[in-house]
T-cell receptor
Framework: QKEVEQNSGPLSVPEGAIASLNCTYS??????FFWYRQYSGKSPELIMF????GDKEDGRFTAQLNKASQYVSLLIRDSQPSDSATYLC?????????FGAGTILRVKS | GAVVSQHPSWVICKSGTSVKIECRSL??????MFWYRQFPKQSLMLMAT?????????EQGVEKDKFLINHASLTLSTLTVTSAHPEDSSFYIC?????????????FGPGTRLTVT
């Protein structure tokens, strides 16, 4: 079992729709969780982080964390073509970030 | 805030030569910096954790004598790829913690694309 798992996609959504990206992790003791966006040929850009169970909203982005289910998700509302990228879920395990393989999101206009 | 720079952004070198990559935190002090490598269509793989004033901690399978890391100050860490070979061609990315705890987020540099011919 991989430490951090994501569906590789691609996930295709129409412009204006909600994109839902999911991530599961193996270490039950993990406390902090991060979503990064990576455009092709560029380095990752931090979108959001979440530490507590529940939802955290920042603009069009909402991160959801369920520690009991070891599940973290990212919702992108009103998706735009510029949101097309690879989204990386990262989990802080023992002071190090462990990344999932990433989900490719394509927003079609 | 929380800007991390890397230099160079890309480099081409001949097989057998060494290449140094610099990572700087521009507007904060980073006691810990991280070096990652990313091959095409793959995720980031942590190579080593660099702590200011002490030896780097390397991940399993990463040769410490080949990938030399020096964290000379709270704002600068360097990665030297020694005796580079074509299989070392990759995208090398550094990141830095903004705080001192594992709860704080990491910010990434823009990356350095290394091509070894």
């Amino acid at each position: 079992q991989k430490e951090v798992e994501q569906n590789s996609g691609p996930l295709s959504v129409p412009e204006g729709a909600i994109a839902s990206l999911n991530c599961t992790y193996s270490d039950r003791g993990s406390q902090s969780f991060f979503w990064y966006r990576q455009y092709s040929g560029k380095s990752p850009e931090l979108i959001m982080f979440i530490y507590s169970n529940g939802d955290k909203e920042d603009g069009r982005f909402t991160a959801q964390l369920n520690k009991a289910s070891q599940y973290v998700s990212l919702l992108i509302r009103d998706s735009q073509p510029s949101d097309s990228a690879t989204y990386l879920c990262a989990v802080n395990m023992f002071g190090k970030l462990v990344f999932g393989a990433g989900t490719i999101l394509r927003v079609k206009s | 805030g929380a800007v991390v720079s890397q230099h160079p952004s890309w480099v081409i070198c001949k097989s057998g030569t060494s290449v140094k990559i610099e990572c700087r935190s521009l507007d904060f002090q980073a006691t810990t910096m991280f070096w990652y490598r990313q091959f095409p269509k793959q995720s980031l793989m942590l190579m080593a954790t660099s702590n200011e004033g002490s030896k780097a901690t390397y991940e399993q399978g990463v040769e410490k004598d080949k990938f030399l890391i020096n964290h000379a100050s709270l704002t600068l860490s360097t990665l030297t790829v020694t005796s580079a070979h074509p299989e070392d061609s990759s995208f090398y990315i550094c990141s830095a913690h903004t705080g001192t705890s594992g709860m704080s987020e990491q910010y990434f540099g823009p990356g350095t694309r290394l091509t070894v011919t």
